[in-house]
């Protein structure tokens, strides 16, 4: 007798799946982190008298799940510096908002390209198992990499839609926490927001899946000791996990 996995109640009572890729489906949110690492401690050491970016907890509450621009804005001000916002053809640096945001991009990219990205072995196995129950699923992300690292990763085939970087921009969607990225993926599906599912694993984007109504809002925290897990419930995750995997329930086959 062998088991199949299917998906667990809470889901199937739902019609559709809408899941952020870095860090729920993509394992780059590491990447990420390093990457705003690098580009942010050259500011704080060209002030002096700042501790260094953390990789951890400034990434969490700053800029995880936000757009580049967004993000290095926002962690810039809670450190209290006032970098002109400059023009995205910035060159790569620390004189402006725009310039840090093409550091990080430039520091991202080059990770990428020396380790590559795989997708997450649970959350695809909870995808395989959605697509069996014929549920279909889109992807959203704030980053105009996600199209490009989940082809990479061998998991973009089990999307119906993805609603990234580059369509936000051409959309003009706000990035979270307003909930324009996830309504854009449930319009796309064809599927009314209460009917349909969020997974994610930031601040912001939980957030966002609780502003936009979604029937239900799933956490995940993939962080050591899930010291992540109460802020996660705090800004409207209904349910937080360690893994996608973890919502799916074993059958007899």
Same mark, same amino acid.
């Given at each position: 007798?062998?088991?199949?996995?299917?998906?667990?109640?809470?889901?199937?009572?739902?019609?559709?799946?809408?899941?952020?890729?870095?860090?729920?489906?993509?394992? $780059?949110? +590491?990447? #990420?982190?390093? *990457?705003?690492?690098?580009?942010?401690?050259?500011? /704080?050491? !060209?002030? &002096?008298?700042? =501790?260094?970016?953390?990789?951890?907890?400034?990434?969490?509450?700053?800029?995880?799940?936000?757009?580049?621009?967004?993000?290095?804005?926002?962690?810039?001000?809670?450190?209290?510096?006032?970098?002109?916002?400059?023009?995205?053809?910035?060159?790569?640096?620390?004189?402006?908002?725009?310039?840090?945001?093409?550091?990080?991009?430039?520091?991202?990219?080059? $990770?990428? +390209?020396? #380790?590559?990205? *795989?997708?997450?072995?649970?959350?695809?196995?909870? /995808?395989? !198992?959605? &697509?069996?129950? =014929?549920?279909?699923?889109?992807?959203?992300?704030?980053?105009?990499?996600?199209?490009?690292?989940?082809?990479?990763?061998?998991?973009?085939?089990?999307?119906?839609?993805?609603?990234?970087?580059?369509?936000?921009?051409?959309?003009?969607?706000?990035?979270?926490?307003?909930?324009?990225?996830?309504?854009?993926?449930?319009?796309?599906?064809?599927?009314?927001?209460?009917?349909?599912?969020?997974?994610?694993?930031?601040?912001?984007?939980?957030?966002?899946?609780?502003?936009?109504?979604?029937?239900?809002?799933?956490?995940?925290?993939?962080?050591?000791?899930?010291?992540?897990?109460?802020?996660?419930?705090?800004?409207?995750?209904?349910?937080?996990?360690?893994?996608?995997?973890?919502?799916?329930?074993?059958?007899?086959?």
């Amino acid at each position: 007798m062998t088991g199949t996995s299917s998906p667990a109640a809470c889901l199937r009572s739902l019609r559709a799946v809408v899941f952020d890729t870095d860090g729920v489906v993509i394992d $780059s949110a +590491r990447l #990420h982190a390093a *990457a705003w690492q690098g580009a942010f401690d050259a500011c /704080l050491s !060209a002030v &002096g008298g700042q =501790r260094p970016f953390d990789p951890v907890t400034d990434y969490l509450r700053h800029v995880d799940g936000r757009s580049r621009l967004d993000g290095a804005a926002g962690f810039l001000a809670s450190r209290g510096l006032c970098l002109p916002l400059g023009d995205p053809h910035d060159a790569p640096g620390t004189a402006t908002v725009w310039a840090v945001a093409a550091r990080k991009e430039e520091l991202f990219t080059a $990770s990428v +390209r020396a #380790h590559g990205v *795989a997708a997450w072995p649970g959350t695809v196995r909870l /995808l395989h !198992a959605l &697509g069996r129950e =014929r549920m279909p699923c889109a992807a959203v992300s704030a980053s105009r990499h996600a199209t490009e690292l989940m082809t990479a990763a061998g998991v973009i085939g089990l999307f119906r839609s993805v609603v990234d970087g580059n369509e936000a921009r051409r959309l003009g969607l706000p990035g979270k926490p307003d909930p324009a990225l996830f309504l854009e993926a449930a319009r796309r599906l064809d599927v009314p927001v209460r009917d349909a599912a969020v997974l994610e694993d930031a601040l912001a984007g939980v957030e966002a899946g609780r502003r936009g109504g979604f029937g239900l809002v799933v956490g995940v925290d993939r962080t050591a000791g899930g010291s992540n897990a109460a802020g996660l419930r705090s800004h409207g995750a209904d349910v937080v996990v360690a893994d996608p995997g973890e919502l799916l329930s074993l059958g007899k086959g």
